[in-house]
C-alpha cells in the first residue's frame, strides 16, 4: 500500500528523453542570447526614430513652404508652420493652372492601367501556376527577362510604334505600352501556385468552366496580392514622367508631373509650384491608406510556395 502511494521516480513526460530535455534547454538559452538588451532596443528606436524624421522631413518642408507664398525662403525661420501662413498658392493653383485637367489625365491615365494591369497580370499568373501547357517554362521566364531590360532601351521603338498607330497625344497611347507588365505577372504567378489544387478539381468536377474558376475562385482569394499590386502599379503610373512627357505634345494631355515640371518655364513661384506638388501627392496617401491592410498580406502571401 505504501509503495502505491510513493510518488514516480521520474518526473519526465512519456516520451521524453533526458537528451531531448537537453536540446530543448539548449535551444531556449539561444534565443534567450538573441533577445535584445535594454540598451539595443532604445538604440534601435533611436535610429529608427531619426529614419522616420528624416524621411518626413521633405514632406513638411513642401507643404510649410506652400503655405507662404512670396516669403524668401530663409532657414530655419521659413520652416515654422505658425508664421504668415496663406493658402494663396493652393488658389492659384486651383484656378489659375491646368492643374484640374492634369490630375484628370493623371487619374484617367493611373486608374485604367491598374484595372487593365490587375486583370491581364492575374489571367496570365494562374494560366502560368495552375495550367499545364508545352513551353509554359520557357515562355513565362522569357517574359520574366523584360525586368532586365532598361525601358530607355525600348523607349525609342516603342515610341516609333505608337506614332505609326496614331497613339501620339491620346489617352490610348499613353496607356497601351505599359500593360505588359512582367513584375506583376510574376507576383500574381507566385501567390496563386500557394493555392490549394483541391479548390480548383472541385470546381471542375461541379462543372466550372475556367474562365468561371478564374472569377468566382482565383480573383477573390487573390484580394491581397491585388490590393497590394494595384498600389504599386498606381504609384507607378501616377509618377510616371518620362513616358507621359515624350508621348503627350499639348498642354491638355499633360499628367501631374509632366505639368507641374512645365511650370518651371514659366517663372511659377515656388509656393506656386510646392502647392501642385500637395495636390498631386494627397491622391498616393488616400489610396495607400484605402489599401493598407491588405499591403503586408500581399507582400508575404508571395512567397507561399516558390
Not at 44 to 73: D, N
Not at 76 to 95: H, K, T
Not at 260 to 265: E, G, Y
Request: aromatic letters at 14%.
Amino acid at each position: 500500500m505504501t509503495a502505491l502511494l510513493q510518488p514516480p521516480k521520474s518526473t519526465q513526460t512519456q516520451g521524453q528523453t533526458p537528451s531531448s530535455t537537453r536540446v530543448t534547454s539548449k535551444k531556449r538559452r539561444a534565443f534567450r542570447a538573441l533577445e535584445p538588451t535594454r540598451w539595443g532596443i532604445f538604440i534601435r528606436w533611436m535610429w529608427l526614430s531619426l529614419a522616420g524624421i528624416l524621411s518626413f522631413f521633405p514632406f513638411y518642408a513642401m507643404v510649410v513652404l506652400s503655405l507662404k507664398p512670396g516669403m524668401v525662403v530663409e532657414l530655419p525661420g521659413s520652416l515654422l508652420p505658425w508664421a504668415d501662413i496663406s493658402f494663396e498658392a493652393y488658389e492659384q493653383v486651383l484656378s489659375g493652372q491646368n492643374i484640374i485637367g492634369w490630375l484628370g489625365n493623371t487619374l484617367i491615365y493611373s486608374l485604367v492601367s491598374v484595372v487593365a494591369v490587375l486583370f491581364l497580370s492575374a489571367l496570365a499568373g494562374y494560366a502560368f501556376a495552375k495550367k499545364r501547357f508545352r513551353g509554359k517554362e520557357v515562355m513565362f521566364w522569357s517574359f520574366l527577362a523584360m525586368v532586365m531590360v532598361p525601358f530607355h532601351v525600348t523607349l525609342i521603338p516603342t515610341f516609333i510604334l505608337m506614332a505609326n498607330l496614331g497613339g501620339v497625344d491620346t489617352y490610348w497611347g499613353l496607356i497601351l505600352p505599359s500593360l505588359a507588365n512582367a513584375q506583376a505577372v510574376f507576383l500574381m504567378r507566385q501567390f496563386i501556385q500557394g493555392l490549394p489544387d483541391e479548390l480548383f478539381e472541385a470546381a471542375r468536377i461541379d462543372g466550372a468552366g475556367e474562365f468561371r474558376i478564374f472569377l468566382r475562385i482565383v480573383l477573390p482569394l487573390c484580394k491581397p496580392i491585388l490590393a497590394t499590386l494595384g498600389i504599386f502599379v498606381f504609384l507607378w503610373h501616377w509618377n510616371d514622367f518620362l513616358w507621359p512627357l515624350i508621348i503627350a505634345k499639348s498642354n491638355s494631355m499633360f499628367t501631374l508631373t509632366v505639368g507641374i515640371s512645365s511650370l518651371q518655364q514659366q517663372n511659377v513661384p515656388l509656393s506656386t509650384m510646392l502647392a501642385g506638388s500637395v495636390v498631386a501627392l494627397l491622391p498616393i496617401f488616400l489610396a495607400y491608406l484605402i489599401a493598407q491592410r491588405y499591403v503586408q498580406e500581399g507582400v508575404a502571401g508571395t512567397g507561399i510556395k516558390g
